[in-house]
């Protein structure tokens, strides 16, 4: 199975900051790349699917990057209600997810 | 409105079975793959199971081969998840998912709608 590394796994930022998670795949995965944002308590959000499509109604600070293996995730302008746990996900072949980074406000 | 309702979830012994199901109302359930995701307290995600629009395919995470059967009754509009040989380390939270592909796709494409989840406990 194709191992998804994120990373950091857990980040502290301040409302109003950049927020960059990163995940890298084992293996190319080209663009087969989801994000998810789950908040405690809750099922997961799909945010952004073909490595770098907004879902709709997804707020435009959000946004994703990369193909291969390297792949960015990017909170522009950090808003009290982004604390979650973010996770990456591949579909090239069996669903896996990366680890998770958990996104605290300072 | 998209729904999924999961149900069936409870404690259960060790060897133990459960059977999952999710009600699945505002699509057109036919059209879509289907999936069981779970999380277990305090960890991330895991894929579990999935299964083709028409049920002719489906698959699984090498840790339920031969303990699981994913199923679906699409005249009900429903998924299940038969759990059999249940172990401590199936503790979960299992949510039933909806690929976000639609109709005809030949593969899963992740999820676009989430149940809010159903806790198994497997302990003694």
């Known amino acids: 199975d194709i191992q998804m590394t994120q990373s950091p796994s857990s980040l502290s930022a301040s409302v109003g900051d950049r927020v960059t998670i990163t995940c890298q795949a084992s293996?190319?995965?080209?663009?087969?790349l989801n994000w998810y944002q789950q908040k405690p308590g809750k099922a997961p959000k799909l945010l952004i699917s073909d490595a770098s499509n907004l879902e709709t109604g997804v707020p435009s600070r959000f946004s994703g990057s990369g193909s291969g293996t390297d792949f960015t995730f990017t909170i522009s302008g950090l808003q009290p209600e982004d604390v979650a746990t973010y996770y990456c996900q591949q579909y090239i072949n069996v669903i896996t997810f990366g680890q998770g980074t958990r996104l605290e406000i300072k | 409105e998209v729904q999924l309702v999961e149900s069936g979830g409870g404690l259960v012994q060790p060897g133990g079975s459960l059977r999952l199901s999710c009600a699945a109302s505002g699509f057109t359930f036919s059209f879509y793959w289907m999936s069981w995701v779970r999380q277990a307290p305090g960890k991330g995600l895991q894929w579990v199971a999935n299964i083709k629009q028409d049920g002719s395919e489906k698959y699984y995470v090498d840790s339920v081969k031969g303990r699981f059967t994913i199923s679906r009754d699409n005249a009900k509009n429903s998924l299940y998840l038969q759990m059999n040989s249940l172990r401590a380390e199936d503790t979960a939270v299992y949510y039933c998912?909806?690929?976000?592909?639609?109709?005809?796709?030949?593969?899963?494409?992740?999820?676009?709608?989430w149940g809010q989840g159903t806790l198994v406990t497997v302990s003694s």
């Open positions: 998912a909806r690929d976000r592909g639609g109709q005809d796709t030949a593969m899963v494409w992740g999820y676009d709608y």
């Open positions: 293996q190319d995965i080209a663009n087969y």
